[in-house]
Structure formats: C-alpha cells, structure tokens
C-alpha cells in the first residue's frame, strides 16, 4: 500500500482546442485541482509536469510553466517527466516517490499536450519517437501502422477480430457520450465502426480510422498528498498499489502480441494490493488502438491469451457487465493528448470512486484498476486505487 493519496483533481475538455499552447493548458487546471483539493497554494512542495512534446511545441522546459500562471510556486522544485504516452503516469510516480522519500507532503502532478497546432502529417511523425526509429521508423501510417502489424500478427495466431474490435470501438464511444470531457461524443454503432467506408477508411489496415484514438489536445492534474495531510481533506483516494514494468523497446525482439510488460505489471500490482482482477468494480486501460484493448484484456488477466474477443462479445466489460473497462469512453472517444492520458485516466477513475463521475457514475465502486502504456507496450504502468473518503 502507498501511503500518499489523491485529494484533489481538474480536467479540461480534450479535442481541438482554442488553448494556444501548454502553458495555457497548464493554467487551466493547475490551479483548479488545488482549489477542488482544498489545498492552499503555499502547501504544494513539489510540481511534476507531464509533457512528451518532442516537436509539438518549441517551448520546451514544462515544469518551469506551472509558475507562469501561480507565481507563488516559482521557487517549488518542478520537473517535467516524459516516457511516450505513459508520460501521465510517470509524472504521478514521480510525485509519489516524492512524497515516499519524506522530500515533501504535497505534490501537484500536471499532464498536458498540444498536439493539433502541427500538421498531422507531423504529429505523425512526432508520434513515432515513441518507437524504435532504428527498425520501425519506415512502417507505412505512422505508429497506427505499427498497431496495423500488430493486429495482423494477432489475426494470424488468433483469427481475423475485425468485428470485436469494432465491438470495442462501439462499446467507448457509447459510453463517451456520457463524459463532458470527451473529444467524441457520439455514439457511432457497431455497424458504422465494423464497415469500411469514405467516412471509416482503413488506416493502417486492417485497422480502420474508428480503431484508433484521436489527436487532441488537453491537460488534466492531480493533487496527491501523504497521509496526515489527506486525513484533513474533503476526498482521500489512496493507491493500494502502483507499478511500472518495462518491455524491449524493438517489437522484432519480444512477442509483439504478447504485451508482457503489461501482464508483469499487472500480476506485480494485483499481488501487491492483495487483490484478484474479481475484486475491482472498473477498469480505464489504454485503448490508443482497439486492438490495443483486446490485447490488455489478455494481460490483465480478463481473458487467456487469444481469448480476447469473449470479453466483448460476452459483454464483460460493458458498463453494466462483469468488469466495466473505460467507462470514461477511454482514449478512444476522450481523445489522446500524450502528456495528459496517463492523469487524465487517473483522474476517471477517481471521480467514479468518489461518486463524483455523473452520467458516468458506476453503480458505487471501491476499487478501480488503471493501466497507460508507453509506445507498444513498452512502458507499463498499472495503478490500483481505493476510495478511502
């Protein structure tokens, strides 16, 4: 168990937004998510900002933006944390291990991305700094074209999973009409998600565009805090675990379906929090492609290894079935601003715990289990949280 908790949180829209740049995004919750913890401004000993960036601005240097909008903080140590599309989350352990080594009680996690200010020809291309460039760099689409050859390699082991995969894009953009914050909030249908068409083309076959998440813009923040100060506030949730393992960072040297990274870091935190997978009430998992879930199904444990596909079509990670999986409508419909995913899934699963997700809100959850990826798999990050108060 860690003893930090998350007592605070803010979240911008995610999509294409008027916000200018990261220091704007920055602004629009840093000081929101100290208001909504209750947590004065001269309490916060340290700032770790989120920003993978790698082209999308040429401002660089994000942990020094906090201050540009709370001057009280300028004198705060503030770093800028990155690790591909896990950048979120090792930003949040940064901030734990932070506050574990007694070097502060308050922490204020920052996870922001403007991405639609470049051409999307160069998002592309900046997205695939989260690959090994040395091998993958040529793939046709870009880092959709690296998930493209994992889901055929997986329909060549397992059988062709076009169909769930629509299933599951379906599945998060039904339930992304319920979320204020979502980038698409449409439900588009299994129909329209299964058909090629002008409007669904394939991108990275057999991958279509509804199998993969979108460029967006957006920042979200937490505020996390040791026990003793925690007792004092409104909301206290706590992590009864928190993992990162890694993976090879070239697919050509491990089982590209495999995902083994994420089910070490899985196994690690379910043992860790004493827990099985029966035990959690919902799941936000890093759904940057549909494959990608199915995938995550098998390595959390959900399902055996190319037994995926039971997990939709038996409808166990619906909202209302046996483990509701990205209720939030997960990147998919949120959308996929790289430095903000990681909090932002965070940020999900505690207003669910703490009965404050409404129109989103399960049906009185404890235990949420949230898992964020960097690259294809590579960087893997499982957070077990528990609603304390």
Same mark, same amino acid.
């Given at each position: 168990?860690t003893?930090?908790?998350?007592?605070?949180?803010?979240?911008t829209?995610? !999509?294409?937004?008027?916000?200018?740049?990261?220091?704007?995004?920055?602004a629009?919750?840093?000081?929101?998510?100290l208001?909504?913890?209750g947590?004065?401004?001269?309490?916060?000993?340290?700032?770790?900002?989120?920003?993978?960036?790698?082209?999308?601005?040429? *401002?660089?240097f994000?942990?020094? *933006?906090v201050?540009l909008?709370?001057?009280?903080?300028?004198?705060?140590?503030a770093?800028?944390?990155?690790?591909a599309?896990?950048?979120?989350?090792a930003?949040?352990?940064?901030?734990?291990?932070?506050?574990?080594?007694?070097?502060?009680?308050?922490?204020?996690?920052?996870?922001?991305?403007?991405?639609?200010?470049?051409?999307?020809s160069?998002?592309?291309?900046?997205?695939?700094?989260a690959?090994? $460039?040395?091998e993958?760099?040529?793939?046709?689409?870009?880092?959709?074209?690296?998930?493209?050859? #994992?889901?055929?390699?997986?329909?060549q $082991?397992?059988g062709? $999973?076009?169909?769930?995969?629509?299933?599951?894009?379906?599945?998060?953009?039904?339930?992304?009409v319920?979320n204020?914050?979502?980038?698409?909030?449409?439900?588009?249908?299994?129909?329209?998600?299964?058909?090629?068409?002008?409007?669904?083309?394939f991108?990275a076959p057999?991958?279509?565009?509804t199998?993969?998440?979108?460029?967006?813009?957006?920042?979200?923040a937490?505020?996390?805090?040791?026990?003793?100060?925690?007792?004092?506030?409104?909301?206290?949730?706590?992590?009864?675990?928190?993992?990162q393992?890694?993976?090879?960072?070239?697919?050509?040297?491990? +089982?590209?379906?495999?995902?083994d990274?994420? @089910?070490?870091?899985w196994?690690?935190?379910?043992?860790a929090?004493?827990?099985?997978?029966? +035990?959690?009430?919902l799941v936000?998992?890093?759904?940057c492609?549909?494959?990608?879930?199915? #995938?995550?199904?098998?390595?959390?444990?959900?399902?055996?290894?190319?037994?995926?596909?039971?997990?939709?079509?038996?409808?166990?990670? $619906?909202?209302? !079935?046996?483990?509701?999986?990205?209720?939030?409508g997960?990147?998919?419909?949120?959308?996929?601003?790289?430095?903000?995913t990681?909090?932002?899934?965070?940020v999900?699963?505690?207003?669910?715990l703490?009965?404050?997700? !409404?129109?989103? *809100?399960l049906?009185?959850?404890?235990?949420a289990?949230?898992?964020?990826?960097?690259?294809?798999a590579?960087?893997?990050?499982?957070?077990?949280?528990e609603r304390r @108060?």
């Open positions: 168990m003893d930090a908790a998350i007592v605070g949180w803010a979240h829209p995610f !999509g294409k937004l008027d916000m200018p740049d990261v220091e704007t995004l920055i629009a919750v840093a000081r929101p998510a208001d909504h913890a947590v004065p401004v001269g309490m916060v000993d340290g700032i770790f900002v989120g920003a993978f960036n790698q082209g999308f601005s040429r *401002q660089g994000e942990g020094a *933006q201050a909008t709370m001057p009280e903080l300028a004198h705060v140590p770093v800028r944390v990155e690790n599309c896990a950048t979120g989350s930003a949040i352990h940064a901030a734990l291990d932070f506050i574990a080594a007694g070097r502060g009680r308050v922490a204020l996690v920052v996870g922001a991305e403007k991405m639609t200010a470049v051409p999307t160069v998002a592309g291309d900046i997205l695939l700094g690959s090994y $460039r040395a993958e760099a040529a793939v046709d689409g870009g880092f959709a074209g690296l998930f493209g050859r #994992i889901a055929s390699h997986y329909f $082991r397992h062709d $999973r076009s169909e769930e995969l629509a299933l599951i894009a379906a599945k998060n953009h039904a339930n992304g319920a204020p914050y979502a980038q698409m909030r449409r439900d588009l249908g299994f129909d329209f998600c299964n058909t090629v068409s002008d409007r669904n083309p991108v057999p991958l279509r565009r199998d993969c998440s979108l460029i967006s813009d957006g920042a979200a937490l505020v996390i805090a040791s026990r003793d100060v925690a007792a004092d506030l409104a909301r206290e949730i706590g992590f009864r675990a928190r993992v393992a890694n993976d090879h960072l070239p697919l050509s040297r491990r +089982d590209p379906i495999a995902f990274g994420a @089910r070490r870091a196994r690690s935190a379910l043992d929090a004493s827990l099985t997978l029966d +035990d959690l009430h936000e998992t890093h759904d492609f549909t494959i990608a879930e199915l #995938i995550e199904y098998e390595a959390m444990g959900l399902a055996a290894p190319g037994e995926g596909h039971r997990v939709v079509r038996e409808g166990w990670a $619906r909202r209302d !079935g046996r483990l509701p999986v990205n209720a939030s997960g990147l998919k419909s949120k959308g996929h601003p790289i430095g903000a990681g909090v932002s899934q965070h999900m699963a505690c207003l669910q703490a009965g404050e997700a !409404g129109d989103m *809100q049906r009185d959850p404890a235990l289990g949230v898992f964020n990826m960097g690259g294809a590579v960087a893997n990050y499982v957070s077990i949280l @108060r």
